[in-house]
């Protein structure tokens, strides 16, 4: 059975690059495009992970999973959390709203799909450098 992928982003050819790149690597791809779409998602595609893009129109990446973990039925699913902030502090506040890890754009598709790979297997190492 494939492990399903929440993938939150706004950007289309980040979208599509990083579906692309899930699905040959056999995961099975659901796309939001904004904060809102994936905490509507998560209750009707029931996700093993989720990769949110930090800035997204309507409601943020920080919003959308502080609302996704408040939910009990919801709060263990893994949110990775994938930005172009790299600014001292982004790794915090991340973390903050719930992200079990931060991982900065451009994204090394390598350390992601390795990353994915340990969150999903409840490796207890500890999360990435950024």
Do not use: W
């Not at 920080?62 to 502090?89: N, Q």
């Amino acid at each position: 059975m494939k492990r399903k992928v929440l993938l939150v982003e706004d950007n289309p050819q980040n979208r599509y690059l990083i579906t692309f790149l899930l699905e040959k690597s056999g995961y099975e791809v659901v796309v939001a495009e904004d904060g809102e779409a994936a905490v509507e998602a998560v209750p009707e595609h029931r996700p093993d992970i989720i990769l949110m893009d930090v800035q997204l129109p309507k409601i943020d990446g920080y919003e959308a999973t502080r609302r996704i973990k408040a939910d009990e039925r919801f709060s263990s699913i893994p949110v990775l959390a994938l930005t172009a902030h790299s600014m001292k502090g982004d790794r915090v506040k991340a973390l903050q709203a719930g992200c079990d890890d931060y991982i900065t754009k451009p994204v090394d598709i390598d350390v992601l799909l390795r990353r994915i790979q340990e969150v999903l297997e409840g490796s207890s190492s500890d999360p990435l450098p950024s």
